[in-house]
């Protein structure tokens, strides 16, 4: 059995999500609720517990104010949130778990499956990133990337290009070693923003604001400025160009 509680402020949220864990998930032991962030760092301190649903919008603390006062967060954090799309993904590039309210089941369920054979990962980092994304949309532009050590930050418009490698991305940066993230080129492709991203191939995203040259052909390929050639997939050469305005 895995241990959670619940923090939220509006009760009948409690209740939807209490409910729907009783009835679907019969590993999560709900240890506890509360409603507002003094109660809900007195609830962990006292319970310990394995997961943390918390609501992030609470009168008087929110749960970034919350979160900051807590001296342990040794537990899984699933985000629960009537937010918009934008900040949705503002939480992703921060690496965070989110449920959107109202709760899908099978959401539910699938958040649970991702942490069930992780260890916590919680960094005032992240925090710091999912908040400065959230501030300002303007800047928002750093992602939290998994690797096989962990998690490292970056700012996207340092990204020249990402190529597909199985269940891995290799990321090629202008001012950083390449390195292999732990997310598909499709995960990658659903966060970063398509103004700025294109994926010319089925396994290659480029970042447009690095391209040197395009070399007519079939399909055609791309020069970096870092002097890497990505291919284009002929299927994607009439948008390219129209893309790059042509």
Do not use: W
Request: hydrophobic share 40%; charged share 25%.
């Amino acid at each position: 059995m895995v241990t959670a509680i619940i923090i939220d402020d509006e009760q009948k949220g409690r209740i939807a999500l209490k409910q729907k864990l009783q009835d679907y998930c019969p590993d999560i032991e709900l240890l506890g609720e509360a409603e507002n962030g003094e109660e809900g760092i007195e609830l962990i301190a006292k319970l310990q517990p394995g997961i943390v649903f918390l609501d992030i919008e609470m009168p008087r603390m929110d749960g970034f104010g919350m979160l900051h006062r807590l001296t342990g967060k040794n537990f899984h954090l699933i985000f629960t949130t009537a937010y918009d799309q934008y900040a949705i993904k503002a939480i992703r590039y921060a690496a965070f778990d989110y449920l959107l309210k109202p709760i899908d089941i099978e959401e539910l369920k699938s958040a649970l499956s991702r942490i069930s054979n992780q260890a916590p990962v919680y960094t005032e980092k992240k925090l710091a990133t999912l908040e400065q994304n959230l501030r300002d949309k303007n800047a928002f532009n750093k992602i939290a990337i998994p690797t096989l050590d962990g998690l490292l930050f970056f700012n996207i418009n340092d990204i020249i290009h990402l190529a597909a490698s199985s269940n891995y991305t290799t990321i090629y940066f202008n001012n950083h070693p390449k390195l292999t993230a732990s997310k598909t080129l499709k995960e990658f492709e659903e966060l970063l923003p398509t103004d700025i991203f294109f994926r010319s191939h089925h396994s290659h995203i480029i970042n447009l604001h690095y391209i040197k040259r395009y070399i007519k052909g079939d399909g055609g390929q791309i020069e970096m400025q870092n002097g890497d050639y990505v291919d284009v997939a002929r299927r994607k050469k009439e948008e390219f160009l129209k893309t790059l305005g042509q």
